[in-house]
């Protein structure tokens, strides 16, 4: 297995382009989200789903869209990129069941740079 | 809102002692409490989860133990070596939701 997979790694953007992060994961798992990692910020949660044709927000999702319409592949959008927006992106899968109780498995991230 | 806090300075650790990380949390009762390991450059890897009514897990030279009175948990590495120095993460919940909260997270190292 692949697990948990994500394109590009590295993207520099400029300000008020737009490009789709690409995640996807071979596990069966109906539960994916994607996060942002800042220094001295930790992770924080931008979009969830718990299965094809089901997403909800996070903590912090303006500028951001996502779609799930395969229980493999969940995209991340970012419509009109802010040099706010610059940040490393982290996708994670996991098995869906009483909310916590099961682990994340998580991409090798994307550097995403917005100048 | 809910908050975690983990300890943001560095932790240096002389091999073979153990390290102790800390992990205190607010403003509610999660059922659950994740633990994962990050190295520079890469995504986290998951280590432990210990649920509300155990007081204590282990595996292999982890430890980790979960207090819901102090609303704390404390993970332990045990005859640490080198190899152990990342970032350490905590994680939870919000009860009946699928948001996962980290913390900020605390780097180890460990000196030879």
């Known amino acids: 297995n692949a697990g948990v997979t994500q394109t590009p790694k590295f993207q520099v953007l400029k300000t008020g382009q737009s490009m789709t992060l690409q995640c996807a994961q071979d596990m069966n798992h109906e539960y994916m989200s994607w996060y942002r990692q800042d220094p001295g910020m930790g992770l924080r949660l931008i979009h969830y789903s718990v299965g094809a044709g089901i997403t909800d927000q996070g903590e912090v999702p303006n500028g951001y869209n996502v779609s799930r319409s395969t229980t493999e592949d969940f995209p991340l959008r970012l419509l009109s990129a802010a040099p706010s927006q610059t940040s490393v992106y982290f996708c994670a899968s996991s098995m869906t069941g009483t909310s916590g109780r099961y682990e994340q498995y998580f991409g090798p991230g994307t550097r995403l740079t917005v100048t | 809102s809910q908050k975690i806090e983990q300890n943001s300075e560095a932790l240096n650790i002389q091999e073979g002692k153990t390290a102790t990380l800390t992990c205190n949390y607010t403003?509610?009762?999660?059922?659950?409490l994740q633990w994962y390991r990050q190295d520079p450059g890469r995504g986290p890897v998951f280590l432990l989860l210990i649920r509300e009514n155990e007081k204590e897990k282990r595996k292999e030279r982890l430890k980790v133990t979960f207090d819901t009175t102090l609303k704390q948990s404390l993970f332990h590495i045990t005859a640490s070596q080198p190899a152990d120095s990342a970032t350490y993460l905590c994680a939870l919940d919000e009860v009946g939701t699928y948001k996962y909260i980290f913390g900020t997270g605390t780097r180890l190292k460990v000196l030879a």
């Open positions: 403003n509610y009762s999660p059922a659950y």
